[in-house]
Nanobody
Framework: VQLQASGGGLVQAGGSLRLSCAAS????????MGWYRQAPGKQRELVAT????????NYADFVKGRFTISRDNAKNTAYLQMNSLKPEDTGVYYC?????????WGQGTQVTVSS
């Protein structure tokens, strides 16, 4: 499985960005996609995930009400709409894909929120 992430960039506090992640290769119908992020000097942490069946989503507490994850199963693509961004949201955002017991990671995209 290969993951191609896009989006990210520099935005002022209170602004919005949208991340996309497209999966390709040997895709199973049952899978989970999402994002983790890593700020400088900190460990990688979960941001949000969404399942293929039923679209069940899971969010970290610090993004609830601000970020929305969605997906297009026909395109094997997940989206992360990030609103009301804060400087503490700054970091590298990694696309994540899980099927069966295997985890896959995208190359990471930088999100920088200026105050």
């Amino acid at each position: 499985v290969q993951l191609q992430a896009s989006g990210g960039g520099l935005v002022q506090a209170g602004g919005s960005l949208r991340l996309s992640c497209a999966a390709s290769g040997r895709i199973f119908s049952i899978n989970t996609m999402g994002w983790y992020r890593q700020a400088p000097g900190k460990q990688r942490e979960l941001v949000a995930t969404i399942t293929s069946g039923g679209g069940k989503s899971n969010y970290a507490d610090f993004v609830k009400g601000r970020f929305t994850i969605s997906r297009d199963n026909a395109k094997n693509t997940a989206y992360l709409q990030m609103n009301s961004l804060k400087p503490e949201d700054t970091g590298v955002y990694y696309c994540y894909y899980r099927q069966s017991t295997y985890d896959y990671w995208g190359q990471g995209t930088q999100v920088t929120v200026s105050s």
